[in-house]
């Protein structure tokens, strides 16, 4: 049952997720009305093309939903802003709706923040079910992205949590387009506890997230909470001509006392390719922190809603 202010928001970002959806809306239905008085169920259809929406309007007529239809695909970081920003509940919840979050875990996120935490975030317990290569390349990456920041992200972390309305009003004031939203929920802060939770197997379709979408997201999650890239180059730069210096010296004093010799192509040449390299990488470092400023000036909406239901179950 839908009230008008419903204590508990769940958000579903939803993308080809046809084979999911029903069986998702049913069970967080189920467990939502066994543990809050209201609630309402938020599903964010990110541009799907194929019968998500038609799915979930169909599970609608039998448990009360609402329904935010993006133009395209925008990616699960708006469609969770989309649904951040939709939510009346006193409290937000998120979830896949690959079913791979088991919603029992939903009660003891209840229970973390009736002891007064504001969010409470699942991490998983473990990675067994990845490969090697995708579990080093993660611990680089948070490696990397907490090297000197100020917020600490952690690193198995979920987008699955429950938020206060206070932590939800947080985010939704940040200006930013381009958003990080794992980041950004450390960097509000609050009081947030951890939940240890075991991933189910994806029920039906695939993964969205190949390697090349999460190099893409990676990528804005760095630029967004990371100067040191931009920095190190100062460093480098340095080093570099600090060397520099005391080679030219060498040569000159050499040259002083031993006279000239058959010149050094072979180090002329390891120069220009080596620097060469260097500064187009740090050039490139540069570019990809410029490009975020670039998207972030032009303004333009994280996402855009072309279409907005609200389901009744039918006969009430
Ligand atoms: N998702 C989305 N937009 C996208 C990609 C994914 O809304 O562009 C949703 C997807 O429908 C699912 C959740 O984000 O509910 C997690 O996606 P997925 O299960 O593919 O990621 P994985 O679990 O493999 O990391
Ligand atoms: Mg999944």
Same mark, same amino acid.
């Given at each position: 049952m839908t009230h008008a202010t419903p204590s508990l928001s769940l958000i579903v970002p939803a993308y080809n997720e046809e084979a999911n959806i029903a069986e998702t809306v049913r069970q967080i239905a189920a467990e939502a009305a066994r543990l809050v008085p209201g609630f309402e169920i938020v599903i964010v259809d990110d541009g799907s093309r194929d019968g998500t929406c038609a799915a979930a309007l169909e599970i609608g007529k039998t448990i009360p939903l609402r329904l935010l239809r993006f133009s395209r695909n925008f990616g699960k970081e708006q469609a969770i802003m989309a649904g951040l920003n939709a939510a009346r509940g006193d409290a937000v919840v998120i979830l896949d709706a690959d079913l791979q979050e088991p919603i029992s875990y939903l009660e003891p996120m209840l229970k973390h923040r009736a002891e007064g935490y504001d969010m409470v975030y699942a991490v998983r317990a473990n990675r067994a079910d990845e490969g090697i @290569?995708?579990? +080093?390349?993660?611990? &680089?990456?948070?490696?990397?992205?907490?090297?000197? *920041? /100020?917020?600490?992200?952690?690193?198995?972390a979920r987008d699955f949590r429950l938020m206060d309305r206070k932590v939800v009003n947080a985010l939704c004031a940040l200006p930013e387009n381009n958003r990080f939203m794992k980041g950004l929920y450390s960097w509000v802060g609050f009081r947030s506890i951890a939940v240890p939770i075991k991933l189910a197997p994806r029920k039906g379709g695939s993964s969205k997230f190949g390697f090349r979408s999460l190099l893409r997201h990676g990528l804005t999650g760095m630029t967004s909470f990371t100067n040191w890239p931009l920095r190190v180059?100062?460093?480098?730069?340095?080093?570099?001509?600090?060397?520099?210096?005391?080679?030219?010296?060498?040569?000159?004093?050499?040259?002083?006392?031993?006279?000239?010799?058959?010149?050094?192509?072979?180090?002329?040449?390891? @120069?220009?390719? +080596?620097?060469?390299? &260097?500064?187009?990488?740090?050039?490139?470092?540069? *570019? /990809?922190?410029?490009?975020?400023?670039?998207?972030?000036?032009?303004?333009?909406?994280?996402y855009i809603i072309a279409e907005e239901i609200e389901t009744t179950s039918e006969g009430k």
């Open positions: @290569a995708k579990r +080093l390349f993660t611990r &680089v990456f948070y490696k990397f992205i907490n090297y000197g *920041g /100020e917020t600490s992200i952690p690193e198995d180059w100062t460093g480098i730069g340095f080093g570099i001509a600090v060397l520099s210096i005391l080679y030219g010296f060498w040569i000159f004093l050499r040259t002083l006392f031993f006279g000239v010799d058959v010149p050094g192509w072979s180090t002329l040449t390891v @120069a220009v390719f +080596l620097l060469g390299g &260097v500064q187009l990488i740090s050039v490139g470092v540069l *570019g /990809e922190y410029l490009a975020r400023v670039f998207a972030e000036v032009k303004g333009r909406p994280g």
